[in-house]
């Protein structure tokens, strides 16, 4: 069965702290996502990935870095947490065959509070 | 920019068709149709997509118009689990782009 892994379900973090969140496919998927979803404002963008060391932004890049070192894990990093990046993180992958782009599978979410 | 249109909400009793409408008028020869559905608390889940032609699989049939600006996703036989925020998207060899969705309300 798919699966998408996230390394937590509920992290509290302060503001300032540096804040690393995990994801690991294990479908050999080229492609990976990271989303950030809010109240009224559905699931956003963040970054994404369709290679080993590659990455592209999403539509709301800022505050937000990620890595992607092998091909099954992909990580999203706030560099210095604020307030207003508390949220549910969505990670998902997809493959890289054609017309599977899209077909995202998305793991739990790890809902974050900064406080 | 919304590229899709759905009812916020729709009821179904259990057991029944669920019909859900999705219109994009302005969807582009290249762009899939994509549905997806999210259960409360849980990361969306993706359920269908077509191109032009109709499609069925275990979980839903996904009806195109002719001129593919509507689709339909049908449930066939609703149960209480299908209770669920349902999104359509249209895209090409792009990322989705999440929209508000229809919430999907199953009764007994």
């Known amino acids: 069965d798919v699966k998408v892994t996230q390394s937590s379900r509920y992290l509290v973090k302060r503001t300032g702290e540096k804040v690393f969140l995990e994801c690991v496919q294990d479908m050999d998927h080229e492609n990976m996502f990271w989303y950030r979803q809010d109240p009224g404002l559905g699931l956003r963008l963040i970054y994404f990935?369709?290679?080993?060391?590659?990455?592209e932004k999403g539509d709301i890049p800022e505050g937000y870095s990620v890595s992607r070192e092998k091909k099954e894990r992909f990580s999203l990093i706030l560099e210095s947490a604020s307030t207003n990046q508390t949220s549910m993180y969505l990670c998902?992958?997809?493959?890289?065959?054609?017309?599977?782009?899209?077909?995202?599978?998305f793991g739990p979410g790890t809902r974050l509070t900064v406080l | 920019d919304a590229k899709t249109t759905q009812p916020p909400s729709m009821d179904c009793a259990e057991g029944r068709a669920a019909n859900l409408p999705c219109n994009h008028s302005?969807?582009?020869?290249?762009?899939?149709v994509y549905w997806y559905r999210q259960i409360h608390s849980q990361g969306p889940q993706y359920i269908i997509h077509?191109?032009?032609n109709n499609e069925t699989n275990e979980m839903a049939s996904l009806i195109i118009t002719e001129d593919r600006k509507s689709s339909t996703l049908i449930l066939p036989h609703a149960t209480l689990r299908d209770t669920a925020v349902y999104y359509c998207?249209?895209?090409?060899?792009?990322?989705?782009?999440f929209g508000k969705g229809t919430m999907l309300l199953v009764s007994p």
């Open positions: 990935s369709y290679d080993v060391k590659m990455k």
């Open positions: 077509g191109l032009k």
């Open positions: 998207i249209v895209a090409g060899y792009s990322t989705l782009t």
């Open positions: 302005t969807i582009s020869g290249n762009e899939y």
């Open positions: 998902a992958s997809s493959p890289g065959l054609a017309g599977t782009y899209n077909e995202q599978f």
